[in-house]
T-cell receptor
Framework: KNQVEQSPQSLIILEGKNCTLQ??????????LRWYKQDTGRGPVSLTI?????NTKSNGRYTATLDADTKQSSLHITASQLSDSASYIC????????????FGQGTTLQVKP | DTGVSQNPRHKITKRGQNVTFRCDPI?????LYWYRQTLGQGPEFLTY????????KSRLLSDRFSAERPKGSFSTLEIQRTEQGDSAMYLC?????????????FGEGSWLTVV
């Protein structure tokens, strides 16, 4: 069964600190992995997209890594800001031109002053 | 480019009533997706279109659900005889095509509450 699991479920950090979120997937055959940020009550916003040949991708203070062999990904947030408080969702799609994205349950990040 | 637009943003309806949500994708995006999200969960796939063709439907999309995309532009998602379990946020997304590296843009969602 194609699944995406994220950890931790929730995280609280102080403003200015770094943090790393984890994503494990069992989707096969793998096509690409995306990280989205979702503010409460809003639609998800794309942060990064990585195919199997990419190991790392950065978007400002966000850096995603991908290990296609172990089927793991991480999202590292540097110098956190209060506006980083949101849910971060790992999304994997299978190859074959399907439009189906498989979402993880997300990690809820709270940045405190 | 005004982004993916969804209407209405919020809908409260009585059980048994029909509701319809509309999605206007980013212009020239030929892929359009519908997802459903409940509180504390990640979005779940419902269906997607390539232009006007509905290419895949989830088993979550029961007979009470129907989605259309006439002329390959906007799309509608209709839920007939709503049930309390239908309460969720319905997300629409679009992308330029099915290329693996293309960004998929989401709308702000349509919240449905069935009372």
């Amino acid at each position: 069964k194609n699944q995406v699991e994220q950890s931790p479920q929730s995280l609280i950090i102080l403003e200015g600190k770094n943090c790393t979120l984890q994503c494990n997937y069992t989707v096969s055959p793998f096509s690409n992995l995306r990280w989205y940020k979702q503010d409460t009550g809003r639609g998800p916003v794309s942060l990064t997209i990585m195919t199997f040949s990419e190991n790392t991708k950065s978007n400002g203070r966000y850096t995603a890594t991908l290990d296609a062999d172990t089927k793991q990904s991480s999202l590292h947030i540097t110098a956190s800001q209060l506006s980083d408080s949101a849910s971060y969702i790992c999304v994997v799609s299978a190859s074959g031109n399907t439009g189906k994205l498989i979402f993880g349950q997300g990690t809820t990040l709270q940045v405190k002053p | 480019d005004t982004g993916v637009s969804q209407n209405p943003r919020h809908k409260i309806t009585k059980r048994g009533q029909n509701v319809t949500f509309r999605c206007d994708p980013i212009s020239e995006h030929n892929r359009l997706y519908w997802y459903r999200q409940t509180l504390g969960q990640g979005p779940e796939f419902l269906t997607y279109f390539q232009n006007e063709a509905q290419l895949e439907k989830s088993r979550l999309l029961s007979d009470r659900f129907s989605a259309e995309r006439p002329k390959g532009s906007f799309s509608t998602l209709e839920i007939q005889r709503t049930e309390q379990g239908d309460s969720a946020m319905y997300l629409c997304a679009s992308s330029l095509n099915g290329y693996t590296g293309n960004t998929i843009y989401f709308g702000e969602g349509s919240w449905l509450t069935v009372v």
